[in-house]
């Protein structure tokens, strides 16, 4: 037996032999959708300024900037489709051994694959709503949105539409910290997928789960600020990886 298959192995003893187990997912584990992660040489911000285009700011002071990235972004986010990785996390959910998927992605990627219990730090870009008076909106309509078209406004009160997401110097939803506070301190184990942990809160989640005696399990490329506390590490795509575990579940 190769020393990876040992590692596949022992992973997937540990998620046998939990009674909590979590996920949490970054934007490695989209990369294989077509969605590139927005950090990295060729994603979005190497080519906007976030503060100048997703921010609160952004959207009360410059908001045919915000909607001139939000054509791009939203495109590439409704055209992507959930890949292996995804599937596999629905997967262990159905078998009975993943609790919830807690993740940083916007792109709905993880409900798409059949994942029930998915909790969004970021929030989500399939919704749309006005800034101002709240009212929703379809994405569909974003989707049709042309240069012309921007700044989308409310067919109510003029304010800016936008997307269900959580942008720079917006605070994550408080729901979605309560129950995430709820699930953590519960959880004996959380396997990582796809991010590096260098994002908080989402990524002291991890060492949350350590410090009450829990597992970790990570699955990444390259160093990540998981190396130093993760029981089982993975440095495969989780693309590749994450079905692995499932077959030898």
């Not at 694959?113 to 730090?121: P, Q």
């Not at 959380?190 to 991010?195: E, I, K, N, P, S």
Request: glycine share 8%; aromatic share 8%; charged share 20%.
């Amino acid at each position: 037996m190769s020393n990876s298959e040992k590692l596949y192995q022992e992973a997937a003893g540990a998620i046998r032999s939990s009674e909590c187990m979590l996920a949490l997912t970054g934007a490695g584990i989209s990369v294989a959708s077509g969605i590139p992660d927005f950090r990295s040489p060729g994603g979005l911000w190497s080519r906007y300024d976030p503060q100048a285009v997703a921010s609160d700011w952004a959207l009360e002071n410059n908001p045919r900037q915000v909607w001139e990235f939000l054509l791009e972004a939203v495109g590439m986010i409704a055209a992507a489709k959930p890949n292996p990785a995804h599937e596999s996390l629905a997967r262990m959910e159905d078998m009975g051994y993943l609790k919830a998927v807690i993740t940083q992605n916007i792109d709905n990627l993880h409900q798409r694959a059949g994942s029930r219990k998915v909790i969004e730090f970021h929030g989500g870009a399939g919704t749309f709503y006005c800034h101002k008076c709240k009212k929703k909106y379809n994405q569909q309509k974003a989707l049709e949105l042309t240069r012309k078209d921007i700044p989308w406004l409310c067919s109510q009160c003029y304010g800016v539409v936008r997307p269900g997401v959580v942008f720079f110097g917006e605070q994550i939803p408080e729901q979605a910290l309560q129950e995430t506070r709820r699930l953590v301190l519960a959880a004996d184990l959380v396997l990582v997928a796809g991010t590096s942990g260098d994002v908080a809160p989402a990524g002291t989640l991890p060492r949350w789960v350590k410090e009450q005696g829990g597992r970790v399990i990570e699955v990444n490329l390259g160093r990540t600020s998981f190396q130093n506390i993760s029981d089982i590490r993975l440095d495969e795509p989780a693309e590749t990886a994450l079905p692995r575990i499932v077959e030898a579940l």
